[in-house]
């Protein structure tokens, strides 16, 4: 019986991004499905903006070949896309992302977010958490 790929880790606040382009995290997450290659992607943290009311785009992504560093533009197929509000520059407010992603079998894939405001604000993550579970 075919072992389903798993992947687990832990990113604590990769450098944030200004401006109303989207730009890549760099959070370099992998995994390389060998059964199904029905992927659940689970990303989660917190986010903050020095904007007040502004909204905050935030975008899964994976690829594959080479993972895109902290601040490159975006690239990669997007898996889900979430528009936050912001109500206050002072506060983080918690986020979860979480999709079923048809990937091939054998390939190895990068998991990594885009992030962008509605302003020129600088936008922050914080405690980013990935998980990847292929499912049976």
Same mark, same amino acid.
């Given at each position: 019986t075919p072992v389903n790929a798993s992947y687990q880790s832990g990113v +604590? &606040?990769?450098?944030?991004?200004?401006?109303?382009?989207?730009?890549?995290?760099?959070l370099a997450g992998a995994i390389t499905p060998s059964n199904t290659g029905n992927v659940l992607i689970m990303v989660t943290g917190e986010y903050g903006s020095d904007d007040v009311a502004s909204v905050t785009t935030l975008i899964l992504k994976t690829g594959t070949? +080479? &993972?895109p560093?902290?601040?490159a533009g975006t690239t990669g197929t997007s898996q889900l896309t979430k528009g936050l509000m912001f109500p206050s520059g002072a506060n983080r407010?918690?986020?979860?992302?979480?999709?079923?992603?048809?990937?091939?079998?054998?390939?190895t894939y990068w998991i990594d977010m885009a992030i962008k405001n509605t302003t020129n604000g600088a936008v922050n993550l914080y405690s980013v958490s990935i998980s990847a579970i292929e499912q049976s």
């Open positions: +604590t &606040a990769p450098s944030g991004m200004t401006g109303s382009a989207a730009l890549m995290m760099g070949g +080479t &993972a560093i902290n601040g407010n918690p986020f979860s992302m979480v999709v079923i992603a048809s990937l091939i079998v054998g390939n």
